[in-house]
Each structure stands twice: as C-alpha cells, then as structure tokens.
C-alpha cells in the first residue's frame, strides 16, 4: 500500500508539472509591413531570429489589423474587442468603455505574472489595465526635454514620438538619459528591460508584452548597421506607385507628409534601405532574448508571438503612410511558436489581432471573459482547423469601409466620396486591377454581393458613420 500511495504520489508530481501552463511572449513591431521577414520571400533582407520563429513555428499570411492605427489597433488587442465595441474609434478624445476585462487584466486573474515593456500608446498606465510589473515603459510625457529642430536620417523635421521619454509605470519618473523621443539604439534599451524580466524565471507562468516602436517613424541607422543596406540592392514594391490615384482620405495626413510628392524610385529605395536596417535592430534585439529563454531553461514552455499592429505603405500604391485598406498594411507579418505547433508550418486562416486574447486565454486554460467578443483560433494552432473567419472586415475614420473574403475577394468603399474597389487577390494579390467598373457580369455580380454584405456588418455591429446625417 505504501508503494502505491508513493506511485501515486509521483505521478500526479509529473501530471502536476507537464500542465504547467505555458508562459507567452507576445512581440509587437509598429508599421511594420507583412513582406519584411527574409523567411517569407524577402530576399533584401536579413532577419535571422523571426526566421527561426518561422521554422519552429506557425506563420499566419492572412493576419490582419481591422484599423490600421497605432492606438486603435492596440486597444482592440488589449480588449478583444472592435472598436466600435470598446469605446476607442480613431476619433480624438475616446475613452474605453466600462465593464470590459482587459487582456492582462485576464491573464492576471487566472495565476499569470503579467509584464509591459516600451511602448505605451492607449488610455491608462500599464498598471491600470492588468499589468503586474514593467520595465522600459516608454510613452508621452517628456515635452519640457525634447528639442526643437531634430530630424530624421533625410533631414526631415521629426513629427513622430516628440518628447516621448522612458518613465515609471505612473509617470511621476521621467529618465530623459535614456534618451527623448525614438533614439537609433531604441530597440536595445527595450530588449535590455525584457531581459530582466524573462531572465527571473518566476514559479508562476508569466505573460510579457514587449512592444517595440520599430519600425515607425523616425527612422535613424541602428549602431553597427552603417552601410549594410544600400539603395541600389533595394526593390520596389511590386504595387510601387508616384501617387496614389484619388484622395483615400488621409493625403493631408502626418504619414504622407514623411514623403515628397510624387513618390520617386530613389526615395522610395533610401526609405526601404533604412526602414529594413531598423527591421534588422530589431530582429538581433530580439535574438538576445530568445537566448535568454534558452538560457534560462523556459524555451520549452513558452509560447512566442511575433506581429506588428498593422503595416505600412513605403510607396506602395503610392502611400508612404498606414491608413489604408490595402492588404500590404491591414496584413501584418504573424508568427506563433510553442507546444503543440507544427514547426515550419502555415496556414491562410483568416484571423484578426484581436483575436489573439481569447486565443491566449485558451492556451493558458483560462476562461474567457465575457466582454471579449474575439474569437480564438487555438484550433488553427493545433491543427484541429484549417480556416477561422469567412469574411474579414476593416474601417477607417469616416472615409474607409472593407470586406475580405476567404475565398480572396475584396470590396472596400470610401463613404466620402462614394468610390468603389474589387479586387481578385486570387489572380491580382497586390491590388492592382480595380475591378468595380469591369462589365463582365460575374465581376458586378461579386460586387453587388460583398457591397450587401459590407452594409449588413455595419448595420449590425453600429457603425457610427451611419448614424450621422
């Protein structure tokens, strides 16, 4: 009997410890397009370490950002919900609505250390939205150190991040020697902080949140990236335009103006030839964290997550910025590792970003809250499934409105100015055949369907366009 209790015993010890639940490393990159990973196809560029997450794991080619904006897109990450749902619509001054659990916050509840690092770009402080402990938290608030007249590596005056500084979870703490607004070696400083929080190793299982600004705008050189990437080896993109054809509400914006008019081929190659040197920081910052994991024994247990909050124009269709309906910006590169994930394995499953908190919540083994109206595709992970949504929708302010289909058509409208687009993303994947004027019968036929579509989603989920006059 006294053997059996101690066989007993040992078993569940091992049942006790194989279900573990695993810890989660989610890493977001900021503008960075779908096409940037060499892994993927990209042969201008050089990113060893999310190359190694695309062989050890799975790579999602139809992951999207429904609101291709930094904060917008953030919010519906850290909510699981659409923005018209959690309060946070791309309109100055909103706020989240009340009563929803945030993705932290959930993890938190149900056993998780819960860890921010850099950037910060939604309503709150990391602590108030479930967030157990930071490091490297960046964010606005340093306007009195930051000096006027920096500019970005052309020369151009910088717009972007002025006077955001390194700072304590209530901002109350400012570290201007750190640097004021986004520094060359900005990926570094974040990885630094990951680092000492991953390198712990707590008893519990832990949820970190890294959040990088690469790589947004402005854009400088990392050290030790001098020279590595010339303009001459640089490619266009293959939907490379001077001008994009019609006003597709933001030529006024701030993105647009980070680029001269017309787009030229020199221009459009100098901003790849930097904006993938920053790619590249970032990729070897991250490297040293994978090596942490490995370091520390917890690779094994851990899942990683690799995306962007949405993508970026870089002269394709002749946009430098991100607002956009175009899928090399609502596409964002998306990579899971872990256990239980078929290396080297991909799927054209079409899956949001918000609905990686319901889909983290199941992996853990922890319910999901009932203000998250996402869905998780922890069967796509496991191979239970080979699709998730049919239809893919995306808005911008006032002035765009798209559908995507699983079968690869898609319709977007500009309510503005009543203009039309379809695309075959089948025979046409980089959008270059508007075919909403064709007169072939089966094209009006498709649009008139994904058009009715388009109108009932945002009747039913209360699109605040259709409530103006």
């Not at 058009?451 to 366009?465: A, C, I, M, S, V």
Request: hydrophobic share 35%; with cysteine; aromatic share 10%.
């Amino acid at each position: 009997m006294f053997r059996i209790v101690l066989s007993l015993a040992a078993s569940f010890t091992v049942l006790t410890a194989e279900a573990k639940p695993p810890n989660i490393l989610f890493l977001l990159a900021d503008d960075m397009r779908p096409d940037c990973i060499a892994a993927l196809g990209n042969d201008r560029i050089r990113t060893p370490n999310l190359d190694r997450l695309v062989a050890e794991g799975m790579t999602f080619s139809r992951a999207t950002c429904s609101y291709p904006i930094c904060v917008v897109s953030r919010s519906e990450m850290i909510t699981g919900r659409h923005g018209w749902e959690n309060g946070v619509t791309g309109f100055r001054g909103a706020k989240f609505a009340p009563e929803q659990t945030f993705w932290a916050e959930a993890l938190h509840k149900g056993g998780y250390e819960t860890w921010h690092v850099g950037k910060w770009h939604v309503s709150g402080r990391p602590s108030t939205r479930g967030y157990s402990d930071i490091a490297g938290l960046f964010s606005g608030g340093g306007g009195k150190y930051w000096k006027e007249g920096q500019v970005d590596w052309k020369g151009f005056p910088i717009t972007g991040y002025r006077g955001w500084i390194f700072q304590s979870d209530d901002g109350k703490e400012k570290y201007p020697e750190l640097g004021v607004g986004v520094t060359p070696d900005i990926s570094e400083k974040f990885i630094d902080a990951a680092v000492s929080l991953v390198a712990r190793k707590p008893d519990k299982p832990w949820f970190c949140h890294v959040n990088f600004t690469a790589p947004h705008d402005p854009l400088f050189i990392p050290p030790g990236m001098e020279g590595k990437y010339k303009n001459e080896d640089m490619q266009l993109p293959e939907d490379y335009l001077p001008v994009h054809p019609f006003d597709h509400g933001n030529f006024d914006g701030r993105d647009e103006a980070l680029l001269a008019w017309p787009r030229t081929e020199i221009a459009v190659k100098d901003l790849l030839r930097v904006y993938y040197s920053v790619i590249e920081d970032m990729d070897a910052q991250i490297g040293r964290l994978l090596e942490t994991l490995e370091a520390t024994g917890q690779m094994e247990n851990t899942i990683i997550i690799f995306t962007s909050d949405h993508g970026m124009g870089c002269g394709s269709h002749g946009l430098r910025g991100k607002q956009s309906m175009y899928e090399h910006t609502i596409n964002v590169p998306f990579v899971v590792t872990g256990p239980d994930i078929e290396p080297g394995s991909d799927t054209r499953a079409q899956i949001y970003l918000r609905d990686l908190y319901p889909t983290t919540c199941e992996l853990a083994g922890i319910p999901i809250p009932a203000s998250v109206t996402a869905t998780s595709f922890a069967p796509v992970l496991r191979g239970e499934a080979k699709s998730h949504h049919d239809t893919i929708y995306g808005y911008f302010t006032n002035t765009q409105r798209m559908i995507r289909t699983d079968d690869g058509w898609k319709f977007i409208y500009y309510p503005q100015i009543d203009h039309q687009q379809l695309f075959d993303l089948n025979s046409d994947p980089f959008e270059l055949s508007n075919l909403a004027d064709s007169v072939n019968p089966e094209h009006q036929k498709q649009l008139d369907h994904l058009e009715k579509r388009l109108d009932d989603w945002r009747t039913q989920t209360g699109d605040p366009l259709l409530a103006r006059p």
